[in-house]
């Protein structure tokens, strides 16, 4: 089985840093080209704040560009986002996700790549007050 833990979320000021990350196990986070972080913010849909592609291209939703680093650690198989410059609208539950799903044939599990897919945490709380 596969399980992708987040980490790091928790309370701070605006203007203030968070770094959240996100572990995995059963699951090598360079298996399947890329990792993403996905936030849902209360009230609104899950949307996609920022992925990085084993070339180490990065993606960022608009609002959080400039603030936002997202980065991997292969050796530790370990995600993170760093978040600087907090701002009370990055308030969310913040997911790990990657592009897979866990098939059981065969008399065990199998990871199979899925783009069409996320295999997602529990999720990380992030508030910011002002």
């Known amino acids: 089985q596969v399980q992708l833990v987040e980490s790091g979320g928790g309370s701070a000021q605006a203007g203030g840093s968070l770094k959240l990350s996100c572990s995995a196990s059963g699951y090598i986070f360079s298996r399947c080209g890329v990792m993403m972080w996905y936030r849902q913010a209360p009230g609104k849909e899950r949307e996609l704040a920022s992925s990085i592609n084993n070339d180490g291209t990065r993606t960022y939703v608009d609002s959080v560009k400039g603030r936002f680093t997202i980065a991997q650690d292969n050796a530790q198989n370990t995600l993170y986002l760093q978040m600087n410059d907090l701002k009370t609208e990055v308030t969310a539950v913040y997911y790990c996700?990657?592009?897979?799903?866990?098939?059981?044939?065969?008399?065990?599990?199998?990871?199979?790549?899925?783009?069409?897919?996320?295999?997602w945490g529990r999720g990380t709380r992030v508030t910011v007050s002002s």
């Open positions: 996700a990657a592009p897979i799903r866990v098939a059981f044939y065969s008399g065990r599990y199998h990871v199979v790549c899925d783009g069409s897919r996320n295999y």
